[in-house]
């Protein structure tokens, strides 16, 4: 059974638009992570969280800004998105850092017209 | 730089075949190796991890991975593959002296024909 939960499943929005995907662990787990997948399933790892403070701030645009209101929940934001920005938006979290198992939830599919 | 290499993109393998996926890492100090597989419309499950011990590793529906130091690699195998297998198999390695960043590889497609 899914313990990080994503949503939407799915979202299809024009260039300029502004999104917000969320993101819920209820695995009582310190460390959450924001992905990006790409059509040939490239993984890149954009954010990550520690007990609400950002570890990792990969080279992402300036328009995607993680959101993280209490340790169980990260959501990303993407303020004016643009067409390469279509991709299945993964989360994850994990225990702690390092050699922890993470769990992803099924993903966000964004698709930018 | 610190780096994983999957150097086949895609394997197909038989019904009852037995199967190696590759991986190769790039890394000074030493790493936190997982292999992780993705089903369609699915995201990543573990498979396997490794950090130290003994280098075979046993991971669930039977998979295993032996870490070579020397090599520097972390093959997965598996003896006897059944067509659920099919699916995407990353490698992944965690970066103590990087804020514990994990890098994956590029993904291996694996088909297996029944």
């Known amino acids: 059974e899914t313990a990080v939960f994503q949503t939407p499943n799915y979202h299809v929005t024009q260039v300029g638009n502004e999104v917000s995907f969320n993101c819920k662990q209820t695995l009582g787990h310190d460390t959450m992570y924001w992905y990006k997948q790409d059509s040939k399933k490239l993984l890149k790892i954009m954010f990550s969280y520690n007990n609400k403070q950002l570890i990792v701030n990969e080279t992402v645009p300036r328009r995607f800004s993680p959101q993280s209101s209490d340790k169980a929940h990260l959501n990303l934001r993407i303020k004016s998105v643009e067409p390469e920005d279509s991709a299945v938006y993964l989360c994850?979290?994990?225990?702690?850092?390092?050699?922890?198992?993470?769990?992803f939830g099924p993903g966000t599919r964004l698709l930018v017209l | 730089a610190q780096s994983v290499t999957q150097p086949d993109a895609r394997v197909t393998v038989s019904e009852g075949a037995s199967l190696q996926l590759r991986c190769k890492y790039s890394?000074?100090?030493?790493?936190?190796l997982f292999w992780y597989v993705q089903y369609p419309r699915q995201g990543l499950q573990l498979l396997l991890k490794y950090y130290s011990g003994d280098p075979v590793v046993q991971g669930v529906n039977s998979f295993e991975a032996e870490f070579s130091k020397s090599n520097s690699s972390f093959h997965l195998q598996k003896a006897s593959v059944h067509w659920s297998d099919s699916a995407v198999y990353f490698c992944?390695?965690?970066?103590?002296?990087?804020?514990?960043?994990?890098?994956f590889g590029k993904g291996t497609h694996l088909h297996v024909l029944p």
């Open positions: 992944a390695l965690s970066m103590i002296t990087n804020a514990y960043k994990v890098i």
């Open positions: 994850a979290s994990s225990h702690g850092l390092g050699g922890d198992t993470q769990y």
């Open positions: 890394y000074s100090a030493t790493p936190y």
